[in-house]
């Protein structure tokens, strides 16, 4: 099967999916989205086919969030979307898609719905 995460090596939730995905024996297409962020057609359909609204998929922690008058309430979808372009910190991580679907991480056990059952000796 085929996998791909949208990895932030420093985050250890994203390095716990890394080894979930190949503990299920999966090498997956590593993505470091900090250094080569998705587009903003590929970040809309990650975040509409994990079924998350472009909220739950923003870092609101992030400095930049705020800097950003980002929690304006009358924000729509596509401003919030662009920001996440400009600035892949306010993404959530990490997203991993597999050809059984797309999840965001967070709680990392979320990644265990789109990999194979494990194989037990």
Request: glycine share 6%.
């Amino acid at each position: 099967m085929k996998a791909v995460i949208y990895h932030n090596p420093r985050c250890s939730t994203s390095r716990k999916a890394l080894a979930m995905i190949r503990d299920a024996g999966i090498e997956p297409e590593i993505i470091e989205y900090l250094l080569h962020p998705p587009g903003r057609e590929r970040l809309a359909a990650l975040i509409r086919d994990a079924g998350l609204s472009v909220r739950e998929a923003i870092r609101a922690k992030e400095p930049a969030y705020a800097r950003l008058g980002l929690d304006d309430p009358g924000l729509d979808d596509e401003a919030l979307i662009d920001a996440m372009v400009r600035e892949p910190v306010l993404i959530q991580r990490p997203f991993v898609q597999t050809a059984l679907g797309t999840r965001l991480g967070r709680p990392v056990e979320a990644v265990q719905e789109i990999l194979p059952p494990a194989v037990t000796p």
